[in-house]
């Protein structure tokens, strides 16, 4: 038996599950809104580490994991590292201009 055991896999809704509730709720929160923020700057795949919030380890898997559930981003895991990613072309087609009004909000 091994040592380390499997992490559980993610959990992504598909496109016609996401809610504009469910993302609105999601995007209320500072600290996912700073995450979000930082995925559409990047427009690529960031490790959890690479993520800079000012909350502890096991607080951002927490808003990680409320952002995938709503369909805002996307994570997949490679090893023992996970990658997110926004769900920009989901969220554009589903709700066309809602993520670029929240990004362009002021801070």
Known sequence: MSKTAALPPLVH?????????GVLRALADPVRLA????L???????ACGGLTVP?????????LSILRQAGVVSGRQEGTTRFNSLRRNDLDVLFP???DGVLAAPR
């Open 55 to 63: 909350v502890t380890k096991s607080t951002l898997t927490h808003h």
């Open 40 to 46: 559409a700057a990047a427009d690529h795949e960031i």
């Open 35 to 38: 995450i979000v923020r930082q």
């Open 13 to 21: 809704p598909a496109q016609d599950e996401i809610t504009v509730e």
């Open 97 to 99: 201009g809602l993520l």
